[in-house]
């Protein structure tokens, strides 16, 4: 007998909740505390619009998670702080040095603000935040601007930037919770990137070099390595994630276009619904089943979420688009879930046989040719076929009229015959 391992290669796993990352896609588990059978679905174009921030951002510092997230700073003046509940931000204690272009890491009650520009210099400030107030701290060895970071705020990073001379530097270092040291360098300088991850496990991915660049290098605790490349060029985009599960999102010249990384390639996934650059990640997500992007250039208010995939029961039903015309006792349908014929039906009152017949892509139904013979209660072939070809036979209509002939729909043609 065929078992799940020999078909999948695993076993049904029994887990205590419910896992979020991609390699449990299409797979099974028991979920031992609701005591469900689940999988992962993934879904394609998952970014929805999250709350609006309080004051529009370009190129601010963020940290945190999708659900509880901070962005704080950004053009070359503004000092505010905003958190994030997942559905609204709130400001909270501002920057004691306000600036852009910093790096943001950590958690939205314990961040770091890390380098940055104000309007007339570079700047090597480093400031920590305790979820209501930010402090000073010991500063980078050089200040620059266009700085990328991660980690969090005991065992963080300091990337690439620009500062002035050459602008775009392959300086990286390494903090302990006050002081910076200088580590391994980036293979090729460059400021605006996106980083991720943690001080043994880091990615950097785009940035400019001096032109926008699809570069990705991984970093393994001394050293830097180049790793495989975005599809695209691209520099100050958004991104959440670790070094094996990243998302870059956005970024110059104004794109909405996104990849998802798993380590190994890059994929394009859903677009942004406003293309941006200049935005900003929630920096400490573990991996790229769900984060946000919030801010961009121009400065906007804009929050956009991303989810992976939804965690479904086996054997659930989840709401599918709503048919043109209501009707009951329809005939048997054809076709499959994503090519589906709905035909004929009834309605009472008034008692109305329907003659209608629509075709479902997977989202939404369209009323194609109707067949000859209103009709309810007929039987239909084609349950395995896609909704080009299919047959109905039988039923009955009005004065309790019972009906022996069939109808043959033929869909890439356009046709309906009776026999």
């Known amino acids: 007998m065929t078992t799940y391992k020999a078909i999948h290669g695993k076993t049904i796993q029994h887990l205590a909740s419910d896992p979020d990352d991609a390699s449990y896609e299409g797979q099974i588990w028991f979920n031992s505390t609701s005591g469900d059978y689940k999988t992962i679905v993934k879904v394609a ?54 600036r ?43 200040a620059r601007g266009a700085v990328r970071g991660c980690g969090i705020t005991t065992a963080a990073l300091a990337v ?23 580590i391994g360098d980036l293979v090729q300088g460059k400021n605006g990137g996106t980083c991720l991850g943690t001080t043994s496990a880091a990615l950097y991915v785009g940035g400019n070099t001096p032109s926008s660049t699809a570069n990705s290098e991984e970093f393994d605790g001394s050293a830097w390595a180049e790793g495989n490349n975005l599809n695209r060029a691209t520099d100050n985009a958004g991104g959440f994630g670790i070094q094996t599960s990243a998302m870059c999102a956005g970024g110059a010249p104004n794109s909405a276009s996104c990849e998802q990384y798993d380590g190994t390639s890059w994929a394009e996934v859903g677009d942004l619904a406003t293309g941006r650059d200049g935005l900003v990640g929630n920096q400490n997500s573990t991996s ?125 043609l356009g046709q309906k015959l009776q026999i």
């Open 100 to 142: 852009g272009g910093q790096a943001g890491l950590g958690l939205s009650t314990a961040a770091v603000s890390v380098g940055g520009e104000t309007s007339t210099a570079y700047v090597a400030i480093t400031e920590t935040y305790d979820g209501s107030s930010w402090t000073e701290t010991g500063d980078l060895n050089q």
């Open 288 to 412: 790229n089943a769900s984060g946000l992007v919030a801010g961009g250039d121009p400065a906007v208010t804009t929050t956009e979420e991303w989810d992976f995939g939804s965690t479904l029961a086996a054997g659930a039903w989840a709401t599918g688009g709503n048919l043109n015309t209501a009707r009951q006792y329809v005939n048997q349908g054809a076709g499959t879930q994503t090519a589906g014929l709905c035909v004929g039906g009834y309605t009472n009152p008034p008692q109305v046989f329907k003659d209608e017949v629509e075709s479902y892509d997977g989202s939404s139904w369209t009323e194609v040719a109707d067949i000859n013979t209103a009709r309810s209660q007929a039987a239909a072939t084609g349950g395995n076929s896609p909704n080009t070809a299919a047959l109905i036979f039988g039923g009955y209509s009005t004065g309790n009229t019972f009906h022996a002939h069939v109808e043959s729909w033929m869909g890439l």
């Open 160 to 182: 690439g930037g620009a500062t002035g001379s050459p602008n775009f530097t392959q300086l990286n270092e390494s903090f302990d919770g006050s002081s910076w040291t200088e």
């Open 45 to 98: 174009g998952a970014w929805a619009t999250g709350g609006a921030m309080n004051t529009a951002k370009s190129k601010p510092g963020g940290s945190g998670l999708q659900t509880a997230a901070a962005v704080f700073g950004g053009g070359s003046t503004e000092a505010e702080t905003e958190v994030y509940n997942g559905s609204t931000w709130t400001e909270s204690g501002d920057l004691n040095t306000g």
